[in-house]
């Protein structure tokens, strides 16, 4: 055997082994681990995010015991809501607002406190359930920055003084605060600013189709999950209560010729094509109702803490308030209702009928002064104490609620605000993450929309067009609200 052929057969099962451990790590190389989605001005939204926050939607969808409309029109809107978000941080940046350590810790801290746990604890728990505390952490930042975001636009351009109070309560808008009330849903189709005609004319008959599925029975809550490019989408459109005498023509003369139930046909307003369907309605007469003054503590199961481990929670924080603890101190440590946990707890004295069923069966069976057991609704695990009960006129409106009144008049009439940052997005049509093409579309300006039909949710909004939140000067009262 020549030197050759030696070399040759000491060198074959060395190039076997090659081969068969090549050959998996080959394979595996083509497997993809995220991919870009959404390139929005100089920032991307990656695929990893998407899939997150769509089953963060789909959980609460459950939550509420809604219908979700197909995967691929909630992943539409959740996208856009991701596009949004990205938006809002970019113009946070340019406006130079920032989330010191000191105050994101402060922050983290509390929602540990809240869960029942140490900040160490609270990392422990973020990495049994895989979760990054790195990740959470610079997520509670991002939220931080887009409330102050929508803070910061509200402060600069709606502010009402007490001449203005006076001068609407003497204005006949003002008499008519006793109109008829209805709650609304609604469906907006958009329509971009720069639309040409064809764009209308398209628009125009994506509005008419969704009205003729409506009138063949076609569930409006779906509808609006999946289509509409309100800020209220998915919430299934739902909107609240509103007063006739408060929505802008012709809305005010439609609601009542379509009765409870119905729908209107698609109006033209700026910005779209908006469907209300009136939901239920009530009479602006003199009533005389009862309230009661109630104070409550609202705990809600989350990714590291189960339905279980909450209720067990509130029990324990049910002894600790029996043993001597102050209710109000615990509600501003524990309660998970940002409207009421700074006072305390405490929701005033409140209309029995504008709460969940289910704590309004609690409120009213429990004696004044005493303890409710922890109890279950929508929101999460509670316990009330009712602090006293009495009968009141309704009928007389206060300068408080007709300060809220003037308040969305005045939004809805603020100038649109265009940021620098909002120029384009792009989706892209390629697989890969490197450099994608992708067809870009404009994204229209923000603005504030009428209260009349669109009073903003603490959330951020769904799609484009941004509307800047006006909830901070802004408070339905919600047939079914969180107390």
Not at 390 to 396: E, F, G, L, V
Request: hydrophobic residues 35%.
């Amino acid at each position: 055997m020549n030197v050759k052929t030696k070399l040759c057969n000491a060198l074959r099962p060395l190039a076997l082994g090659a081969a068969l451990v090549l050959t998996p790590l080959a394979q595996a190389a083509v497997v993809p681990l995220d991919k870009v989605v959404a390139i929005v001005d100089n920032d991307v939204v990656m695929q990893s995010q998407l899939d997150q926050r769509l089953n963060e939607v789909k959980q609460n969808i459950t939550r509420r015991g809604a219908s979700a409309p197909p995967d691929s029109e909630l992943r539409q809107q959740v996208l856009e809501r991701l596009i949004l978000e990205d938006i809002q941080l970019q113009l946070a940046q340019r406006m130079g607002i920032k989330i010191s350590d000191e105050e994101l810790n402060q922050a983290v801290a509390t929602i540990a406190q809240r869960n029942g746990l140490s900040v160490a604890e609270f990392r422990q728990a973020l990495a049994r359930d895989g979760l990054s505390y790195d990740a959470a952490r610079e997520q509670v930042r991002r939220e931080m920055m887009i409330s102050r975001v929508r803070q910061r636009q509200v402060g600069q351009r709606v502010q009402v003084t007490q001449q203005e109070v006076q001068n609407f309560l003497a204005s006949d808008l003002g008499k008519l605060q006793l109109s008829e009330e209805y709650r609304l849903a609604n469906i907006l189709i958009p329509v971009a600013d720069n639309a040409g005609t064809a764009g209308l004319d398209a628009a125009a008959r994506q509005a008419q189709d969704m009205y003729n599925r409506l009138r063949q029975g076609a569930d409006f809550n779906q509808l609006a999950i999946a289509h509409s490019a309100g800020d209220n989408a998915l919430d299934g459109g739902e909107i609240g209560w509103r007063k006739a005498a408060q929505l802008p023509p012709p809305f005010d003369r439609l609601i009542g010729s379509v009765g409870v139930g119905g729908i209107t046909q698609p109006v033209r307003v700026p910005g779209g094509f908006v469907i209300l369907k009136v939901e239920e309605k009530r009479g602006g007469e003199a009533t005389i109702v009862d309230e009661v003054h109630v104070r409550h503590i609202l705990l809600k199961p989350n990714a590291i803490r189960s339905d279980e481990e909450t209720q067990r929670l509130a029990a324990r924080l049910r002894e600790r308030i029996l043993n001597g603890e102050s209710f109000a101190t615990l509600a501003k440590s524990f309660s998970e209702d940002p409207g009421s946990a700074l006072n305390g707890g405490d929701l005033g004295w409140i209309n029995p009928e504008s709460l969940v069923p289910e704590f309004r069966e609690v409120m009213n069976n429990s004696p004044v002064n005493q303890l409710s057991q922890p109890f279950r609704t929508s929101f999460g695990w509670h316990i009330l104490e009712v602090l006293g009960r009495r009968a009141t006129d309704n009928t007389p409106s206060r300068p408080a609620s007709s300060r809220r009144s003037i308040s969305c008049v005045t939004a809805s009439t603020t100038r649109s605000y265009r940021p620098g940052c909002a120029r384009s997005a792009t989706k892209p049509t390629s697989r890969s993450s490197s450099n994608p093409p992708g067809r870009r579309y404009p994204l229209r300006p923000f603005r504030f929309r009428s209260c009349a039909w669109s009073c903003a949710s603490p959330s951020p909004p769904v799609n484009p067009p941004v509307s800047v939140p006006i909830s901070a000067c802004c408070s339905p009262v919600r047939p079914s609200r969180m107390p």
